[in-house]
T-cell receptor, first 116, second 116 residues
Framework: DVKVTQSSRYLVKRTGEKVFLECVQDMDHENMFWYRQDPGLGLRLIYFSYDVKMKEKGDIPEGYSVSREKKERFSLILESASTNQTSMYLC???????????????FGAGSRLTVL | AQSVTQLGSHVSVSEGALVLLRCNYSSSVPPYLFWYVQYPNQGLQLLLKYTTGATLVKGINGFEAEFKKSETSFHLTKPSAHMSDAAEYFCAVSDQNAGNNRKLIWGLGTSLAVNP
């Protein structure tokens, strides 16, 4: 019954390393999202994509990039990880046929990244 | 700009007691409103949503919420708390008139503790 799969639940990386967070959904959803979740700050949108090879910046895109080469896969890339990117990263997907449907997000279980 | 305020970052109730989690929003246009729940070590899942029509909406696990336009509120309630309700709850809003809107505005979340 798994619908949104994030490849790594826990990662530990060193400052300056390149980090890839992978997300795959099996629901044929058009929209995909990357959020980061920090205590007291709620969910903040990093990037989203509404179609293959399309991407839009969210509220905090600095230090991140994304890739969507296939409909089911949305990757988040940290080109040079820094300690302030230590966080929980959540991937989500949704349909975009209706506005209300577009906001019914299915989330993955999250990837907790620690940057030393 | 839209915003969402969740009153109380931490709420504690006794098992069997009423659960009331508060959410107020600001929006210049009719909103869609959502509650999501995050159980420990999991991603978020949709609890319930208001789009149009009946202002009292029922969700999973016995939760319900009422849209009150005059108060710009969408408070979440459950008559009798269960230990399994301990989780983080997020209120979110989107813009009905934004066409194929893909972005939600999130509250900061309320952590619910249920005491035996």
């Amino acid at each position: 019954d798994v619908k949104v799969t994030q490849s790594s639940r826990y990662l530990v990386k060193r400052t300056g390393e390149k980090v890839f967070l992978e997300c795959v959904q099996d629901m044929d959803h058009e929209n995909m999202f990357w959020y980061r979740q920090d205590p007291g700050l709620g969910l903040r949108l990093i990037y989203f994509s509404y179609d293959v090879k399309m991407k839009e910046k969210g509220d905090i895109p600095e230090g991140y990039s994304v890739s969507r080469e296939k409909k089911e896969r949305f990757s988040l890339i940290l080109e040079s990880a820094s300690t302030n990117q230590t966080s929980m990263y959540l991937c989500a997907s949704s349909l975009h046929d209706t506005p209300s449907g577009a906001n019914v997000l299915t989330f993955g279980a999250g990837s907790r990244l620690t940057v030393l | 700009a839209q915003s969402v305020t969740q009153l109380g970052s931490h709420v504690s109730v006794s098992e069997g007691a009423l659960v009331l989690l508060r959410c107020n929003y600001s929006s210049s246009v009719p909103p869609y409103l959502f509650w999501y729940v995050q159980y420990p070590n999991q991603g978020l899942q949709l609890l319930l949503k208001y789009t149009t029509g009946a202002t009292l909406v029922k969700g999973i696990n016995g939760f319900e919420a009422e849209f009150k336009k005059s108060e710009t509120s969408f408070h979440l309630t459950k008559p009798s708390a269960h230990m399994s309700d301990a989780a983080e709850y997020f209120c979110a809003v989107s813009d009905q008139n934004a066409g194929n809107n893909r972005k939600l505005i999130w509250g900061l979340g309320t952590s619910l503790a249920v005491n035996p």
